[in-house]
């Protein structure tokens, strides 16, 4: 095998993975350097992640943005010498409550729907349907509906534990206890 001493970039992109025509493409990320992160979560930590937009179409006049994390790490034994890399959701939603919660972004309560994290289950949230929009979330129960109210609006992008106020029709609010980890 050869040896390269010099630093090697890569950029990435993200497709739907779907039979239709119109497939869906972000643009090409920033320059990833295996090298310079070695053994580091390289943009997942502290609020820093890979962001991909999608591009605006005639479909569609806004752009939705993933986010991904990457982690960056060397093979073993006779593979001590390739760059691994593992691209992972950046947000995890995990519900530990006793309710299917349906989850949206702030201000696409009407278009995103169906977005459902199933009690004690854990969701790969990739995405964000609207880039100009604020990267705030709601839920709500899903047992209750479409026209079920939306919790208080929170940040998933804080590391931290705080409580979000739940309204339920013709029944008690209840206020759930939300941990975000990075």
Same mark, same amino acid.
């Given at each position: 095998?050869?040896s390269?001493?010099g630093?090697t970039?890569l950029?990435?992109r993200?497709?739907e993975?779907?039979?239709?025509?119109?497939?869906?493409?972000?643009?090409?990320?920033?320059?990833i350097?295996?090298?310079?992160?070695?053994?580091q979560?390289?943009l997942s930590?502290?609020?820093?992640y890979?962001?991909?937009?999608?591009?605006?179409?005639?479909?569609?006049?806004?752009?939705?943005?993933?986010?991904?994390g990457v982690?960056?790490?060397?093979g073993?034994?006779?593979?001590s010498? =390739?760059a691994?890399?593992?691209?992972?959701?950046?947000?995890?939603?995990?519900?530990?409550?006793n309710?299917?919660?349906?989850? =949206?972004?702030?201000?696409c309560?009407?278009?995103? =729907?169906?977005?459902?994290?199933?009690?004690g289950q854990?969701?790969?949230?990739?995405?964000w349907?609207?880039?100009?929009?604020?990267?705030?979330m709601?839920?709500r129960?899903?047992?209750?509906?479409?026209?079920?109210p939306w919790?208080?609006e929170?940040?998933?992008d804080?590391?931290?534990e705080?409580?979000?106020?739940?309204r339920?029709?013709k029944?008690?609010?209840?206020?759930?206890r939300?941990i975000?980890r990075?």
């Amino acid at each position: 095998p050869r040896s390269y001493a010099g630093d090697t970039e890569l950029c990435v992109r993200v497709a739907e993975n779907s039979s239709r025509a119109s497939s869906v493409e972000s643009e090409w990320s920033q320059g990833i350097s295996a090298q310079k992160y070695h053994g580091q979560k390289l943009l997942s930590g502290q609020g820093r992640y890979l962001e991909l937009k999608t591009p605006k179409s005639s479909s569609s006049e806004f752009n939705c943005v993933y986010q991904l994390g990457v982690d960056v790490a060397y093979g073993k034994g006779r593979f001590s010498r =390739t760059a691994v890399l593992t691209f992972v959701p950046h947000h995890i939603l995990v519900n530990a409550s006793n309710y299917d919660l349906e989850y =949206t972004q702030v201000g696409c309560e009407e278009t995103w =729907t169906n977005q459902v994290v199933h009690s004690g289950q854990k969701q790969s949230f990739l995405y964000w349907p609207r880039g100009d929009k604020e990267r705030i979330m709601k839920v709500r129960f899903a047992d209750d509906g479409a026209s079920a109210p939306w919790s208080s609006e929170f940040r998933i992008d804080c590391p931290g534990e705080f409580w979000v106020k739940v309204r339920r029709p013709k029944s008690d609010d209840i206020i759930m206890r939300l941990i975000l980890r990075v």
